[in-house]
Nanobody, 127 residues
Framework: QVQLVESGGGLVQAGGSLRLSCAAS????????MGWFRQTPGKEREFVAA????????YYPDSVKGRFTISRDNAKNTVSLQMNSLKPEDTAVYYC????????????????????WGQGTQVTVSS
């Protein structure tokens, strides 16, 4: 079982930066792939970034590539999302997610591939 708690959201002006963190509890964190998703009212949850359990593989959609960076520290059971050059369209609730343990060391891109979710943290980018 993995429990996830996000932090670091807030209000920032366009062009600014925020760093989201996700603290995980549970013995299987280091063998779980991790991801960040975001959601706005009335829309489906959208993939933002993913990292394999070793940290050696990352993946981003074109909408955030070059601006967002995902990283993890398995010793501290944390995963982070550094967000730079933020745009108003990045405004959303951001969720941290983890897969079950025991999968291959690769990234997961779809909501259905994740088993555990945090409560979300609001990110608002003003123009």
């Amino acid at each position: 079982q993995v429990q996830l708690v996000e932090s670091g959201g807030g209000l920032v002006q366009a062009g600014g930066s925020l760093r989201l963190s996700c603290a995980a509890s549970g013995r299987t964190f280091s063998s779980s792939a991790m991801g960040w998703f975001r959601q706005t009212p009335g829309k489906e949850r959208e993939f933002v970034a993913a990292i394999s359990w070793s940290g050696g593989i990352t993946y981003y959609p074109d909408s955030v590539k070059g601006r967002f960076t995902i990283s993890r520290d398995n010793a501290k059971n944390t995963v982070s999302l550094q967000m730079n050059s933020l745009k108003p369209e990045d405004t959303a609730v951001y969720y941290c997610a983890a897969t079950r343990s025991g999968l291959s060391d690769y990234v997961r891109l779809d909501v259905s591939e994740y088993n555990y979710w945090g409560q979300g943290t609001q990110v608002t980018v003003s123009s």
